[in-house]
């Protein structure tokens, strides 16, 4: 009772474990929602996969790059009546990314499709004829998909499934991305220009959903942007919202165990103190939260041996380089390809082994905003996909000299001086993904979107082992990528109201 008699009602409690962008999205929601909601973060600052550095006047990101769906961060800040307009700024980028192949030649990929035709002509005409009809024919993905929600809406009922099947074969979603996109385009270079996004979630092209190529015609249809003072200010933003209506954050605590008292969530237990809360969510790798963080006991179908039996995406070596002196050849994105492709995934996928050769995706933000680093410097991020830890790869001995061969690349490739010019160089490679992102397996994006790990078949964002346990982020529905993790935070809300109506 209040001093003047009436009933007084205590706001229920929610905690979410980690930062990430699915994370920061679930605690603004919540908050919003009449949750006091708190979020873990076990690193010295927020952000997840998402973090930043700071060297010597250069500014890295190191894990997003990249902004499409830009409506569905504005719907994050509006859950909690909010403007994004009034957090931070998104910078266009035109061309979306630069792809180089492997015999000099390259396309500057946008979403104009007379510059996208005009381009394609030059290597195959008959390819640049059907780029309408490729994009008419992703169209439909991209309307069930994003324009639908599809991906907001948990994946966690049976039926839901059953009745998505019609839809799905209709829309030829259960054919792999790479077979898909070869029914219109004969070069290998518009095939793989038109396949490759799963890569950017961990998934390979020709085994992943062709639901993934929603991207494409994502990207088309909204841009693709950038923030200025980097991916990192999304993050702040979305920090400062949350803080802004009430939602508290702690960092540098590590959650040792999520509490259940009659299968039911009731807390979290960190060093030395025990958390109580109505409701958990992780934005933790979901194979690491059900196997390190829940006791046995309470596991019916996520057993270790379950967890054990998920594919993992592969890994990535990154490499964060100061450079003083500018490189004119490179976009704010660029892909530089081996010749091998098919041959190069399945050495990363399947026979996890590291090859000779590598593909590349650097990103150089200072085209697009100069002050990432110092004046007529470039802070270059590179990514090298590779096998996850499960291959026999000994990374303590493999990983320098494996870096070492990639700058000796870069140098012959084009990027003249830059071993001489560099003044800060960090690698974040496998191990760092297991020991500092508690990322089984070494995985760079969460659990490998291939179609029997897709929709239903993902671990679920209301947990089925424990009630009142939720799951947002690259591991759970409907994925990994920006878009995919904030969608992933909107699929939880739409859980807890189903399954909370009383709250």
Known sequence: MNPNGTQT???PRAIVIGSGFGGLAAAVRLQAMGYQTQILEQRPQVGGRAYQFK?????????????????????VFAAAGRRRADYLDFLPLDPFYRIFFHDGSHI?????????????????????????????????????????????????????????????LKLGAFWPVAHFVRRFFKDPRHH???????????????????????????????????????????????ARLFTDIGGGIRTGVAVEEILVQNGRAVGVRVAGETLPA???????????????LIRPEHRRKWTDRRVARLDQTMSSVVVYLGVR????????HTLILTKRYKELLADIFDRKVLADDFSLYLHAPTVTDSQMAPEGAESLYV?????????????????????????????????????????????????????????????????????????????????????????????????????????????????????????
């Not at 961990?202 to 993934?212: D, L, Q």
């Not at 190529?213 to 200010?233: A, K, N």
């Open 9 to 11: 009602t205590t706001a």
């Open 55 to 75: 060297e010597a006047g250069y500014t890295f990101d190191m894990g997003p790059s990249l902004i499409t769906a830009p409506d569905i961060i504005e719907d």
């Open 108 to 168: 500057d990929y946008n979403g104009d499709a007379a510059q996208m035709k005009a381009q394609m002509a030059v290597n195959n005409p008959g390819d640049a004829g059907r780029y309408d009809a490729f994009m008419a024919a992703i169209r439909p993905i991209h309307q069930a998909i994003i324009a639908d929600r599809l991906g907001a809406r948990p994946f966690d009922r049976l039926s839901t499934m059953l009745a998505f099947i019609p839809k799905a």
């Open 192 to 238: 793989f220009m038109f396949s490759f996004h799963p890569l950017f979630i961990g998934g390979n092209p020709f085994r992943a959903s062709s639901v993934y190529l929603s991207i494409p015609y994502l990207e088309r249809d909204g841009g693709v942007w950038f923030t200025r003072g980097g991916m990192y200010s999304l993050v702040e933003a979305f």
């Open 278 to 292: 109505d409701l958990v969510v992780s934005n933790a790798d979901v194979g690491f939260t059900y196997s390190h």
């Open 325 to 332: 002196r500018r490189y004119p050849k490179l976009a704010h």
């Open 383 to 503: 990514l090298i996909p590779v096998p996850n830890l499960k291959a026999d790869i000994d990374w303590e001995r493999e990983e320098e000299p494996f870096v070492e061969r990639v700058i000796d690349f870069l140098e012959r490739w084009g990027l003249e001086g830059l071993r001489e010019n560099l003044e800060v160089k960090q690698v974040f490679g496998p191990r760092d993904f297991r020991d500092q992102l508690s990322s089984l397996d070494g995985n760079a994006f969460g659990i490998e979107p291939k179609l029997t790990q897709t929709a239903w078949f993902r671990p679920h964002n209301a947990s089925e082992d424990v009630r009142g346990l939720y799951f947002v982020g690259a591991g759970t529905h409907p994925g990994a990528g920006v878009p995919g993790v904030l969608l992933s935070a909107e699929a939880m809300e739409y859980c807890i109201k189903r399954d909370e109506p009383e709250r």
